[in-house]
């Protein structure tokens, strides 16, 4: 069930569109990742989705408030990483997450403070200002203030820009854990690897939504599937022989190795194999060629910039 969904959203700033006609829906429990250059729209999209601003066109749903209309009912039930949390430095971890728990009628600070305090790990130091924490350190905060009043979707806009690779893998950890709890997740990054470590669909953007699917349906929208089969050493003979098999679509060589179109990869991969090893070649593996997250992505930005050329 979507507890998300957007119907034509659109955010125009005089006369340039940040966010034009975006339509999706994103189920209860999953993690979405929002990709797109700097500029392309994500933050102004999760602020629409958080009712921080009003669409100048189209709506959209979540928890079933409209966000340009339900305000006060969708800030109870949703939370909001920005890349500028706006701790209060000069106060403790503690009560800085006690004020910000206060705002909601439904929440006890106290009990509430410690849980998120202990679950980002930062129990220990609870007392301190947070004008002394590490820039890893306030990001977990910052993530425990945005849970600690429960809410039901999560939008994080860049949860680990900026953070040396440590304090980004303990970010990313989190990430998991609230994921595993079932958590609702709108994740806007640049990282493409950490896109594709931490959601079960991504979504590219570029002021329009341009592709909306799992990282696999859009490798395989974008790229056939290629079967490499690594040889001891090259053999003409051998591909001569693989040529003229009927389920071998294409076949190059790279060095040692074969690079293969099948009709149907799986099925036909072990057949393969066997007239390899008769025509004498010596195989050392076969594997599937595979395309990273990047690959897509620049593809979809760069054909979206060469419609607007």
Not at 162 to 185: C, K, N
Not at 292 to 303: F, G
């Amino acid at each position: 069930m979507a507890i998300i969904e957007t119907f034509g959203l659109s955010r125009y700033f005089g006369k340039t569109a940040a966010v034009e006609d975006v339509t999706l829906a994103v189920e209860t429990g999953e993690v979405l990742g929002f990709l797109g250059p700097n500029g392309a729209g994500k933050t102004t999209t999760i602020r629409m989705l958080a009712g921080m601003i009003a669409p100048t066109k189209g709506y959209a749903i979540v928890a079933g408030h409209r966000t340009d209309r339900d305000v006060e009912q969708l800030h109870e039930i949703v939370g909001m990483l920005t890349q500028a949390p706006g701790l209060y430095d000069r106060l403790s971890a503690r009560r800085n997450l006690e004020y910000f728990a206060g705002f909601y009628t439904s929440t006890d600070s106290r009990s509430q403070a410690e849980k998120y305090l202990r679950l980002m790990g930062l129990w220990e130091r609870r007392e301190e200002k947070v004008g002394t924490f590490s820039k890893g350190m306030k990001q977990r905060l910052a993530l425990a203030r945005t849970l600690v009043h429960e809410p039901k979707v999560l939008f994080l806009d860049e949860p680990t820009a900026g953070l040396d690779p440590e304090a980004a893998g303990e970010v990313r950890q989190l990430i998991r854990t609230l994921r595993e709890e079932g958590r609702t997740i709108f994740l806007s990054t640049h990282n493409l690897n950490e896109a594709e470590m931490l959601c079960n669909r991504v979504g590219v953007i570029h002021t329009r939504l341009l592709a909306l699917d799992t990282p696999e349906q859009l490798r395989r929208r974008f790229f056939r599937r290629q079967v490499i089969v690594q040889l001891e050493a090259s053999d003409a003979r051998v591909k001569e022989v693989v040529e003229k098999l009927p389920f071998v679509q294409e076949v190059h060589e790279e060095g040692s190795q074969l690079v293969l179109e099948l009709v149907e990869s799986e099925r036909n991969r072990p057949e393969l194999v066997k007239a390899i090893v008769e025509a004498g070649g010596r195989v050392v593996g076969v594997s599937e060629k595979q395309y990273p997250l990047e690959d897509v992505y620049l593809r979809l930005i760069r054909e979206e910039k060469g419609h607007e050329s």
